[in-house]
């Protein structure tokens, strides 16, 4: 070999390394992505009667967050946050959430992390609760936003009527909403099952994800698995080997069943021999819903919960897992999930989408155990409006309250009256602020002379990112209409009841038990 092939095979392997990753080196991503699991809720956050070894065995091999946060302190606008890069109200995703009945949706001209990698050929699945829309035709389903397959039910379980959430039968806590049609079981745009039965929906969205896992690595083809819990949400639910099997009552159940599924995760990840290859990404979509008091979770130290801007709302557990390129550690670095998008697309050799991206890269924290590229978060209400704004600043360990609000979610009994919906929204000016590392739980206002620098900065922060907030027009607040809802046999009567598709392998004993009848006076008598 002489001296210019050396040079030349030189140059081409380092013009691989940096632009050419060729396809069987692209790492896998996994986001495994929890519904109402708040900062204090897993062993490894310090609960003392959760049952999640499995997040334990992830957390310690892996990168613990403790300021990480949720986009939204609610559901829909924190995916649309997650999957997008951006804050929701840019997407449109605002006030609260979408229903069955929402004719709107995640706009299809916004980018989401799999359209992203499926630049860099990826394989991109969901499984799981997607809430951003199902609209016309399942228009805004997720096989129409970058995923090319889909399995899940694509908002709460709690939007419809429930009635059998324990194996083999056990009701529900309460009867959830009587207005909508049964909950379907997506695969893709087609309804497998409606209503779904709980009980059996983990096995069957395990069963999924391992194959996605299997199919991918057999073919050496990069993959994105989105898998999104129904758990924790209420109402709680279980099969047969978690019903009864913790000593945190029907949410430890709920909890330990997640969990069971992250381990069955990451054994078929080992199995299929790409564990060494794939990141994967574990966090919750906002805080415990403390209404639902027991059986809603748990903030740990924060002030209150879902649906408000204080830490309980938005700070979330978080943890990283890669053993090949992220040491195993606790961090106390600014994070959140909106900064997903551009740690992919940059790991993958992705063009990021040419939008206002309000994500950062994660790669210093995440590979290098440097400082995050963020020092600032913004916090939008559960009902954001232009006329108010941003609620809460954070800026490096401080944060900075405009306004304050209680929400239902955070439950009108609660302790902290800050918390109750009854809390009306509260302008500050002087802003709150406080010093989160010193007060996690948001008590010592130090909003005097001796901080004016700090105000004086974090409302500069402040002013100059509203300037340029443009805000995308509601989808939440396009009229609803019951032609829009998932139903198995299009155009039926009585509607919504008719609404009925059993898979075979149902046994269906719970409905003819109760006869159909019950269900349409249950419906439409409920106070
Ligand atoms: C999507 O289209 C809407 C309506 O035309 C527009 O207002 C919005 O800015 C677009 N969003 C993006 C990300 O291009
Ligand atoms: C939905 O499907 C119907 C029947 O095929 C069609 O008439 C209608 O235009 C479709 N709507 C959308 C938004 O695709
Ligand atoms: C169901 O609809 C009725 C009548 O529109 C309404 O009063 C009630 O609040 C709705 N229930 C739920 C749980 O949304
Ligand atoms: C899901 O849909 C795909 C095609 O859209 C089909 O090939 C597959 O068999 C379906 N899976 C189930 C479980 O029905
Ligand atoms: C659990 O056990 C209690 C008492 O042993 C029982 O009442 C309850 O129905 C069981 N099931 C669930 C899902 O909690
Ligand atoms: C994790 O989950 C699997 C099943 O998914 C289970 O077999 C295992 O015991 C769990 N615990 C640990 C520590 O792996
Ligand atoms: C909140 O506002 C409502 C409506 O204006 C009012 O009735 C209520 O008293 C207020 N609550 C408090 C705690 O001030
Ligand atoms: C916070 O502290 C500032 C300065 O002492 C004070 O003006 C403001 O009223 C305090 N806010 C509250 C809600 O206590
Ligand atoms: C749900 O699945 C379980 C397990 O197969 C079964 O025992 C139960 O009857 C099913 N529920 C309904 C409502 O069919």
Redesign the pocket.
Known sequence: MNLLSVAILVFLSIFTVCHGKDKASLPNIVILFADDVGYGDLEVYGHPTSSTPNLTKLAEGGLVFTQFYAGAPVCSPSRAALLTGRYAVRSGIYPGVLVPTSTGGL?H??TTIAEIVKTRGYSTSMVGKWHLGVGENGTYLPTNQGFDEYLGVPYSHDMCPCYNCFYPNDPCWNTCDLNYTYCPLFNNTDILEQPVNLTTLDATYVQRAKSVIQRNANAGTPFFLYYAFQHAHHPQFASKEFRNATARGTFGDSLAELDWCVGQVMEQLESSGVLDNTLVLFTSDNGPSLRNENRGGNAGLLKCGKGTTYEGGQRVPAIAYWPQRIAPGRTTELAGNMDFLPTIANLVGATLPS?ALDGVDMAPILFEGKKSARDTFFYYFTEPNPKYGIYAVRYNQYKAHYYTQGQQNSDEFNHDKDCRPSANRTLHDPPLLYDLDLDPSENYNLSSKEYSQILAKIQEIKSQFESTMVW??SQVKKPTSTAVEPCCKKDCTPFPDCCQCHRPSWSSSILSTLGNKDFAKLRWTRN
């Open positions: 706009p001209n916004e939008v995308g027009e």
